[in-house]
């Protein structure tokens, strides 16, 4: 029978229990995840830390409906995603979840504007592209191609047309990762504006420990697993950590 994912704050917006991801099987098989326990509190912003291979990416492309466990829970607001069909994970990302990679995945031949505006025509209740582009500080971008901005910008108007949507939750991976650190700084910001500003509840998988410090939350993977969890009582602004 059909289900509709929760629309209901419950405790935690992600309540994740004994999560395993396994690809392939036998002597090749790879463990990417060993039993991973979390809770992540709604409207958080969250940095998750870890090196190459620690499973922090394979974390979030399961808890984003990209990817499916091996065994173990999700629960977003009470809704088990490890159980949803594929009709209701593709629901489930079209509603709730706004995604941030670190490559830009803009149209080329398309402006800012009509790149945010491609994703209006899919959300429910969307914000104006403009409005978008503005909250990211690109109000007087919006008629410029992707060739005609910078790489911080170009990211920007992905988290502007990720943002349009009014997601429950922001899932950023490596959102940093191709910028210097100038630019890196405008593109954290950015983040954490709209963190506050809609309170999308933010994860931000970084191998940059500074970024931990604009933190509420930090989570650091090791091995496929959770080696710690750190609630920091006084993130600082993007602009004040030391790359």
């Not at 991973?36 to 969250?46: H, N, W």
């Not at 790149?115 to 007087?140: F, Q, R």
């Not at 191709?178 to 500003?197: C, F, I, M, R």
Request: proline share 5%; aromatic share 6%.
């Amino acid at each position: 029978m059909h289900r509709t994912i929760s629309e209901a704050p419950d405790t935690a917006c992600f309540d994740v229990r004994g999560l395993r991801r396994t690809y392939g099987k036998g002597p090749a098989a790879v463990e990417a995840l060993r039993g991973v326990d979390l809770q992540i509190p709604e409207r958080e912003l969250v940095v998750i830390l870890g090196a190459s291979g620690s499973g922090k990416s394979t974390f979030l492309n399961i808890i984003g409906g990209l990817d499916q466990a091996t065994a173990g829970e999700v629960l977003f607001r009470g809704s088990d995603l490890s159980r949803a069909s594929s009709a209701e994970l593709t629901e489930y990302r079209r509603r709730h979840v706004g995604f941030v990679f670190q490559f830009y995945n803009l149209m080329p031949s398309l402006t800012a504007w009509e790149n945010v505006a491609l994703i209006t025509e899919i959300a429910e209740a969307p914000l104006a592209p403009a409005d978008a582009l503005a909250l990211v500080g690109l109000g007087d971008r919006m008629d410029h191609f992707p060739a005609q901005l910078s790489g911080g910008e170009q990211q920007r108007v992905a988290i502007a047309r990720a943002v349009a949507k009014q997601p429950t939750v922001m899932l950023c991976d490596e959102p940093t990762g191709a910028l210097d650190s100038a630019t890196g700084v405008k593109v954290l910001e950015a983040l954490v504006d709209v963190n506050h500003s809609i309170g999308a509840t933010t994860l931000i998988i970084t191998h940059n420990a500074s970024v931990a410090e604009i933190a509420d939350r930090v989570v650091v993977f090791a091995d496929g697993k959770v080696r710690e969890t750190r609630v920091n009582p006084a993130p600082i602004s993007p602009r004040n950590i030391t790359w």
